[in-house]
Antibody, heavy 118, light 108 residues
Framework: EVQLLESGGGLVQPGGSLRLSCAAS????????MNWVRQAPGKGLEWVSG????????NYADSVRGRFTISRDNSKNTLYLQMNSVRAEDTAVYYC???????????WGQGTLVTVSS | EIVLTQSPGTLSLSPGERATLSCRAS???????LAWYQQKPGQAPRLLIY???SRATGIPDRFSGSGSGTDFTLTISRLEPEDFAVYYC?????????FGPGTKVDIK
């Protein structure tokens, strides 16, 4: 069974840094593009960043470009999101999601909460 | 950026009724790369429909999707108690990937 498990969330001060991880199991991780999506409390879904299966191609939402970095370690079956210079508006549950090429995002983790506050 | 608009914002229906949810895009969605997700409180989104009209694995056939270009519809033929949730459309054909604001289907 495919499982995605996020970790690394928590309380961070404005301007601080945090690294989120998404550990994948039950799949050939290196075969799939991956994405990070966030959801602020009581709000809708917002795409944050995506990465190709090899890690050679990345994309970012304008709201995080230059502050966040997506990466992956296919030898460890793990996706990362390095969050720098965080702001209050980055407060959200962060989900990782697996891309089934051309068929939507068919597996999501349970999410990890990031709270940016002093 | 492709902006997705969903209507209505809230749909109040009874179990057994038909639900029709709309998603309109600000420009044509590439290759019908339009998906629908269901989200219940405290849970991650679940993929229902991809490619505008294809059901994801394990999704009951009471869920159906239709549309192309800029106008898409999710239909739930007969609402079951477990279907009361928030539904999001997503376009994944053009960067940046965007989601609609969601339609909440609640019990009348």
């Amino acid at each position: 069974e495919v499982q995605l498990l996020e970790s690394g969330g928590g309380l961070v001060q404005p301007g601080g840094s945090l690294r989120l991880s998404c550990a994948a199991s039950g799949l050939t991780f290196s075969s799939y593009a991956m994405n990070w999506v966030r959801q602020a409390p009581g709000k809708g879904l917002e795409w944050v960043s995506g990465i190709s299966d090899s890690g050679g191609s990345t994309n970012y939402a304008d709201s995080v470009r230059g502050r966040f970095t997506i990466s992956r370690d296919n030898s460890k079956n793990t996706l990362y999101l390095q969050m720098n210079s965080v702001r209050a508006e980055d407060t959200a549950v962060y989900y990782c999601a697996k891309v089934e090429y051309g068929r939507g995002w068919d597996r999501w983790g349970q999410g990890t909460l990031v709270t940016v506050s002093s | 950026e492709i902006v997705l608009t969903q209507s209505p914002g809230t749909l109040s229906l009874s179990p057994g009724e038909r639900a029709t949810l709309s998603c309109r895009a600000s420009q044509s969605v590439s290759s019908s790369y339009l998906a629908w997700y269901q989200q219940k409180p405290g849970q991650a989104p679940r993929l229902l429909i991809y490619g505008a009209s294809s059901r994801a694995t394990g999704i009951p056939d009471r869920f159906s999707g239709s549309g192309s270009g800029t106008d898409f519809t999710l239909t739930i033929s007969r609402l079951e108690p477990e279907d009361f949730a928030v539904y999001y459309c997503q376009q994944y054909g053009t960067s940046p990937i965007t989601f609609g604001p969601g339609t909440k289907v609640d019990i009348k």
